[in-house]
């Protein structure tokens, strides 16, 4: 068997080829700084949003101080930001003023429709008796009548309040389950840029109740029955 060497100095395809991957090796790198210092600065700007929208769940940082005397509704920090590809279908809102979740509706300040964070986590069965399902989701009901998916979370996690902190923003605070307890997180979401904002509370609670919070909120909803 005759086994050939290659000089790598002589042969000119060789080289050629070893510039391109260089190159895009190089560019590549380049695209990916760009895109994580994008996110940096846009968690700059809109880290206000944020504490303004957290200012106006009283309840919820209420909720948490009683439980963690430590929390802090100002001391979030930014962890992260993802882009997501759109996920929607034709549906009309289903959710009427006589139903349970009408009243926990979040409309869209422009009319663009309404924001649903309830209606996946709790179910009623035969007898008409509420429980609690393992995954939640954030529905957006848009006014042309599609459906999209914002936010979705296993059995890890929950979405517990949500507002509008501009008609392009949307908050979302909510817990996530890790092996030492339960965190408070806080998701700001750019629908129309499909893209959000992930936020850590650095307290961790090992006393937090997982649907503790949902059963006060949901007051018009008989847990209990």
Partial sequence: MEVVFFNRTSNPIWFFLLILAFSCSSDKETKEETSEALILTV???EMTMVLEGLGQFPEWTANWKSIEPGFDATAFDFARGYTYEVLEWPEENFIMPNTAFYPYLVPQPDGNGVVDIYSYKVSFNEEGKPYFNPDSEV????????????????????FEEAIWVSPDHLLVAGIFEEETGVRPI???IIPGENRYLYFE????SSQYPREGYLKKKLNKINFLK
């Fill in 186 to 188: 806080v998701w700001l």
């Fill in 43 to 45: 968690e700059e700007k």
């Fill in 139 to 158: 529905i957006y009901f848009k006014s042309n009548g599609m459906r999209e998916r914002l936010l979705f979370i296993g059995p890890s996690g929950a």
């Fill in 201 to 204: 509370s650095p307290v961790v």
